[in-house]
């Protein structure tokens, strides 16, 4: 079973960046769908952006696209979700989360393994 670190997290002003980081344990593996995904109080949670690891495709929702990027480092077994232009409106907690699947799911319930968490406040 993999285990799932999130990082990165914080407060910033409207306009600013942050770089969460997502570090996998436990299971070592090559090809993952990873995604990443926020939930603000009292909504959903959401699809960000999902990577397929080992050089594969990504997908960011619409609403990040142009703004958010992700990214992977294989060697480090890490993923990245690169935030810019970060607006109010993307204050959530985001989750990392992996699947086997080769062909990414943007559906959380698709997601067998999750990170605990990090706090993303734009204010």
């Not at 999902?50 to 992977?72: A, C, L, N, W």
Request: charged share 20%.
């Amino acid at each position: 079973h993999v285990q799932l670190v999130e990082s990165g997290g914080g407060l910033v002003q409207p306009g600013g960046s942050l770089r969460l980081s997502c570090t996998a344990s436990g299971v070592r593996r090559t090809l993952w769908c990873k995604g990443w995904f926020r939930q603000a109080p009292g909504k959903e949670r959401e699809v960000v952006a999902t990577i397929r690891t080992g050089g594969g495709p990504t997908y960011h929702t619409d609403s990040v696209k142009g703004r958010f990027t992700i990214s992977e480092d294989s060697a480090k077994d890490t993923v990245y979700l690169q935030m810019n232009s970060l607006k109010a409106e993307d204050t959530a907690m985001y989750y990392c989360a992996a699947d086997l699947r080769l062909s990414c799911s943007i559906w959380a319930g698709d997601y067998y393994s999750w990170g605990q968490g990090t706090q993303v406040t734009v204010s």
